[in-house]
């Protein structure tokens, strides 16, 4: 384990070396960017201190920046709490507020006044108020109990210690102490919750998700993803439940929107919450992620959602009812397949490899060494070899059998401890549920899982298959949906209304059961090696800080608030090629195919690019912009992040990564590895001229 002593040097030497690192590459902790990044800012252009970026004590850009709904970033972009961020982040809640006759996702919608402002039930934004270094705290308690079981309840006890103490009497913060370098390092993370979120206005997915699974991931990109909630708080600007009540929020901070546009190599910031990466990953992971957990995401991911957009395109109500379902599905889906493909093309094996050479070599020339860090590679690879066969069933089961809804649903609405679930539950559930797209899921599903996971290793329920139904998924599927009260809201209720022990009986509750038990088992075995794995994971990264002491090296991202920098830049993604840097509205017109759901282009927009109706934000050769590059080192969580200037004025929104760098969560290409933005001009425009909410930009701060 890397010492205190030497995580103080490791840091002091980053600051000393600051003016040696990339401004591409890294997702930086915001309390340590005025040590080790101002200075590499300030040379590329940037016109901010430190305490513009992040202050405890006054108002700064993190105060304009929140975690959006737990897995997206959004902004605020005016004093009366305006919050914008992508159209996929805030897909599930305008599918949720959505009905046939009011489909906001098909059609789009804008609050006109506050009074048409919708409530989103469960949706939250979360505003981080600061970081504490607590390692010393915490590696001291930690360091004293051996079990590793223990180690987790004596973390939550310390986090929780830590965060009384730091919160005091103040019941709207929360506080949660995070790992950082593979539990080298920890943080405590205060934060503070706010839950009467209202959705203001979006456009139509032609619009906002405009080139849908054929353009995602990919340049040159033209689609307008964005959305816009606004905060609601109690009169003294506290969190409070939805109520009428509540006004909107005043916030700490919020961001000055520019209309300047971008250029080539002008700077460019974004900060927000990236989910998860893995730039520690050893060959042995990689050969994981490749061979078993995206090989399996691609084959049962692509099965089922053939099923569900072939359901999704013969009738409207199932498209709204499965689009946030396949939306969230195939996202995933396609990022596995980029990633094997560039796994390969870009020999991120091998160079892992490479670099576990480097590091074996460094430990081998130093007794000291060897005894601190020489068993780290082999636990690792002891880990992950030996877990090879639960991680393929394990992943089988939850790609496959975990999607039947019917048998899940049976599992999470029956009666627990005599309790019978919540009505809202229910009625959610079905709201989004068609019994006939599932039993042609259930079958697709049971029939995969069959064929790919080895006999000894199937659960009890294929017995039943085999002994009453001869084998015939189909007709144990069929019988399974036609006995089960599970397959309506209607059903159901007159279950729950009468002998509720009978429900145990029910064929989807007993399947969801074995199902259930099953995933517990195989959670259950795959725990011996996580120990093992963590143990050497975390020897790995702490002897690699100290091989490349005088290297500025970033921990992986958490869910916490980073920052990264770099430049507005285009790219060469093979030979005799250059993408530019912007893509503009004739791009979307030149995609338009009326005949594919993907490329409809709404007639109003059709309308405005013929008049040339742009207005302000045009470019100035009178072209309309839609989104362009930076090489910002980004990743899944960043989805809705602001894009900033050198000044921290807001330039647009980050949404996606590009095909040709989809094992950057691994290693980090910075002659390929580009974010892809919503110029804030197109969604101004949008907004304003297509939506007909210019009124919203009376509470903005513009700069022309």
Known sequence: MISLKKIGIFLLTITLTANTLRADEGMWML????????????????????????????????????????????EIISKQGLILTNHHCGYSSIQKLSSVDHNYLMNGFWAMNREEEIPAPGLTVTFLDRFIDVTEEVTNVLAATTDAAAKEDVLKKISDKLAAEAIGANKYLKGRVVSFYGNNQYYLVITKTYSDIRFVGAPPSSIGKFGADTDNWTWPRHTGDFSMFRIYADKNNN???????????????????????????????????????????????????????????????????????????????????????????????????GMNETFGKLMVYERCQAEEKVFTDWVAADPKRTEKYGSALIDVKNAIEGREQLQLVFKYYTEALNTIELTTAAVDLAPKDGVDPKASAITDFYKDYNVATD????????????????????????????????????????????????????????????????????????????????????????????????????????????????????????????????????????????????????????????????????????????????????????????????????????????????????????????????????????????????????????????????????EMDIRK
């Open 31 to 74: 309390p340590l960017i005025q040590k080790l990044n101002i200075k590499t800012m300030s040379d590329i252009g940037f016109k901010l201190s430190g305490k513009d970026i992040y202050d405890i004590n006054n108002s700064s850009l993190k105060d304009a920046v929140l975690q959006f709904g737990g897995g997206c970033t959004a």
């Open 239 to 337: 969190p409070a439940e939805y109520s009428k009540d509540n006004v909107p929020f005043t916030p700490k901070k919020f961001l000055t929107i520019s209309l300047k546009g971008v250029n080539q190599n002008d700077p460019a910031m974004i900060m927000g919450y990236p989910g998860r990466t893995n730039r520690f990953m050893t060959s042995f992971e990689v050969k994981e992620t490749s061979d078993i957990n995206n090989a399996i995401t691609i084959l049962v991911r692509g099965n089922r959602q053939n099923v569900l957009m072939n359901d999704m395109v013969a009738d409207p109500k199932i498209r709204l009812q499965y689009s946030n379902k396949y939306a969230r599905s195939s996202n995933a889906w396609k990022k596995a397949i």
């Open 439 to 698: 039993i042609k899921v259930a079958k697709a599903m049971l029939k995969l899982f069959k064929e790919k996971v080895p006999a000894a290793n199937l659960p009890d329920l294929y017995k039943t298959i085999d002994s009453e139904f001869q084998g015939n998924i189909d007709g144990y599927v069929d019988d399974m949906f036609k006995r089960s009260v599970f397959v309506s809201e209607e059903k159901l209720k007159a279950a729950l209304s009468g002998d509720k022990k009978a429900i145990e009986s029910d064929p989807a509750y007993v399947a969801g059961q074995i199902i259930t038990a099953s995933v517990k088992k195989y959670t259950q075995d795959l725990e011996q090696y996580r120990n093992l794995y963590t143990k050497g994971q975390k020897q790995y990264i702490a002897g690699t800080l100290e091989m490349k002491a005088g290297k500025a090296m970033y921990p992986d991202a958490n869910f916490t608030m980073r920052l990264t920098y770099g430049k507005v830049l285009n790219y060469s993604p093979k030979d005799g090629v250059i993408y530019d840097h912007q893509t503009t509205l004739d791009g979307v017109m030149q995609k338009e195919d009326p005949n594919n759901w993907e490329f409809v282009v709404p007639e109003k927009l059709k309308q405005l690019y013929n008049n040339q109706d742009f207005g302000q934000y045009a470019l100035k050769d009178g072209r309309m912009p839609v989104a362009f590059l930076t090489n910002n080192d980004i990743t899944g969580g960043n989805s809705g992040s602001p894009v900033m200037n050198k000044k921290g004025e807001l330039i647009g929104t980050a949404f996606d990564g590009n095909w040709e760098a989809m094992s950057g969560d691994i290693i980090f290409e910075p002659k390929l590895q580009r974010c892809i933005n919503v110029d804030i001009r197109y969604t101004l425009f949008i907004m304003d001229k297509f939506g007909g909410a210019g009124y919203l930009l009376n």
